[in-house]
Every structure is written in structure tokens, then in C-alpha cells.
């Protein structure tokens, strides 16, 4: 089973204005780098003998950068990607690092040899053995640059694909896209993503079922659907709410049907007691704790954004943190990964009694203007401390400095609140709605009642 992947080589930003200004610096900084760390004998080399995996295509291993210069020269186009690096790596002991390499030189002469040059080099640092290619990314033929784009990928994942299969290696069967990296550190730290809810609903689900029956009632009711009929390709999940399947083999090994099924027939008969309490109860009410006062007071009413948020967080479970579960619309559902971040919000608008917009907008303006104050006096501070040679002085300087940064830090972190409050609370209000028509919906087809004709 071989992975690939393929990613332009251009000079950065401070590398291109550092040329501008030193007409003595090299052009191909970034492709004679890449070639460095294709040829590295440290992770081509092995054995005794020291033999390193390096093989040229339409030029000399040894001279590639010259001869990928020289190219781009006679054509008049030094500028833009100077070269594409792209990569082929193996499973663990699946290659030898011969055959790994001979299926490298394979692949980039079949697909690329005929136009371009290439340097393939055979890494042997890690456990799994892999290819690397630096690929001119001007044409030697007709001077034409190379084309990188979704078919460019997809074919040399095919050809890579029909080599390993031709010698008898395994093959990718469903290649899945590159995972956002917000979502995949997201993921690995176990917060609520749309995969992560999927795969904790589907995981209690099925610890309290003992056959397909019991497991689809109890995922419908954590607001999810498994569709595996014939039509489809692959078995797909769902919101009950609509909107864009997930198919299951996205989320991993064991939420595959067959997996699932597996786990279910495990189960023992206490499956069947949580199933009957998480669908209907345990039949007991909890009685409201009643409070009495001498207040002759009335309490006030809670309006305004505060009001907004305490109620979008009782949706979510968040506050007071509630026993039974309810689907959520897949809005709803999202915005549960930002939990904390919203009760930080309620919080700020609870302490400072803010009410509007208005009045988080002048927030900000006065915590804007005690940072610019703050930011000024630990500056002083500063500048003392260089000049002072007291060392008990100089202590007492720097525990000054340091409370001026804390409360910075304190204000910085409120100022960045309210704006997360203005930017978002015009959303919230439409979550909320969103959730409350899903509620009535929802209602309407438990009691079987036709839905309100529009006037």
C-alpha cells in the first residue's frame, strides 16, 4: 500500500525581497534545498557498502540542480514554482528498499519522463520506506511549466496504485481527503466534532442494544440515522434532520456495519436495561427543591443578551448540566464544541451588566483605552529597569511590571469576549429559532398533527 502526495516549491516572501536587494544571491534557493534533502546520505544510504537509492530521469542524479537551472534558463522562466516535490510511501516491511525505489523510478518515468525532469531518491530513515521526486517544473521539451491539479494527483495516485498492484501490493481501496488541520488536532483531543458527536452516539447506542432493532431506535433518538440499503455504495449516517450523509467508513474501522453489528451481539442482557431508561425513564420524578424567602422584593427578570445567551446555553445541556438528551439540530450540534467559550460569554455580560450591542460596543471602547494606558506605564517601567542598578529596586520595578501585564492579559482577554459577542449574537438568535422549529416539527410528528398552512 503506497500514500502519496504532491506540493509546489516556491521562494518565500523574505527569500524573494532578499534577492531583490543582494543580486549576488542565488535564484533556486528553495530547489537546490529540496534536492539537498532528497540526496541526504544520512537517509539514502544503508548497509555497509553505503549504496544510495538516487536515480536521475532525464538528468544526472549528481547534477540534477544544474541541468533543472540550465532548463529554466534557456526558456527565459526562473520566476513562480521553481520545481514540485512529491512523495510514495510504503507500509512498514511491506518493500524491500530496492523494490521501493525501482517502483519510484517506475513511476516518475512513466508519468512525467516524457516532458520534465526528476530526481527520485529512496529514503530508509524511517520504518516505512518511501520516495521522494523533485520535479523541474519547467519542460525540457517545449519549455512549458507543469500543471499541478486534481488530475495531476489523481493520476499519479492511479499509476502508483497500478504498480504496487501489478507486483502484488496491497492498495488503497477508499483514499480518504486530507483532514482540516483545525478539525484533526480537534479530533485528536477529543472534543465535540461532527465525527467525534457521530461516533460517541453511534458507541452508546450500542452499549445498550442487543440487536439491530434496539440500536436503530436508540441512535434515531440521539438524532442520527444508518442508511445501508442496496442503492447506496457505501452505508452512510445521518442527521434525522436532513442535510449531507457521512459515509461510515469516514469515522474508522469499527463503525463499519459488519463492526457494529459485531459489537452489538457481545452485548449482555444489562444492554436491555439502560436501552429501557434511556427510551422511556425509570419511571421516578425528581421533585422540584422549593426555596422560601423574606425577600418582599419580586425577582427581577433576566433580559437582553445575558438573557440570549443562559437561554441558547440551557439548549446545548450546558447549563444546568441535564440527565435526559435530546437531539439537537446539526447547528446546534456544532456549536457545542464552543461550550466553554459561550458560558465565558455569559459570564462577561453577567458581570458587567451589559444588555445590547450598544453597550458591549462601549465596553470595548473603555477596555481598548485602559489597555493603551496600561501598555504606556509598564513601558516607563521598562525603561527604568534598564537604567536601574538597585537590585531591591529593581525588584519591586519588576513585580510592578508584571501585575501591569496580568491585568493586560486580563483585558485583552475580555476585549476579545465582546467582540466574539457582537460577531456571534445575531447567530445564536437564529440557532435558537432554528431549534425551537425543529422541536415543534418534531412534536407534530409524534402526535400526528398536519402542519399549519402559511396564510
Known sequence: ?????????????????????????????????????????????FGDEKVYLTTGIRCSADTAFEEMTAVKEAFGKTSGNVAYHAYQSFKPGEVTPQQCHQIGVDLADKLWGDRFQVLVATHLDKEHLHNHFIINSVSFTDGKKFNDNKATYRKLRETSDALCAVRGLSVIERPGGKTPRQIYFAEKNGEATKYNLMRWAIDEAVSMSTNTEMFEAALRKKGYLIRADENRKYPVICSVYGGRPTRLYQLGKDYEPQKIYERICENDLSSREKYYRFMYGDGTRIQPKRIRTNSPKPKQKIKGLFALYLHYLYLLGYRPKRNHYQPLTPEMKAAMRKCDEYSRQARLLAREDLSTEGDVKELIRQTDARITVFCAERQKIR??????????QMDQLRQKRDGLTAEIKTLRADRKTAGQILDRAEQIREDVAR??????KRQRQKTKQPERETR
Open 383 to 392: 525603561n527604568r529597569m534598564r537604567r536601574c542598578q538597585d537590585p531591591v
Open 1 to 45: 500500500m503506497a500514500t502519496t502526495k504532491i506540493w509546489p516549491i516556491k521562494d518565500s516572501l523574505k527569500r524573494v525581497t532578499d534577492y531583490a536587494a543582494n543580486p549576488e544571491k542565488t535564484e533556486f534557493d528553495d530547489l537546490k534545498a529540496s534536492i539537498g534533502y532528497a540526496v541526504n546520505g544520512e537517509k539514502t544510504g
Open 435 to 440: 431549534e425551537y422549529a425543529a422541536r415543534e
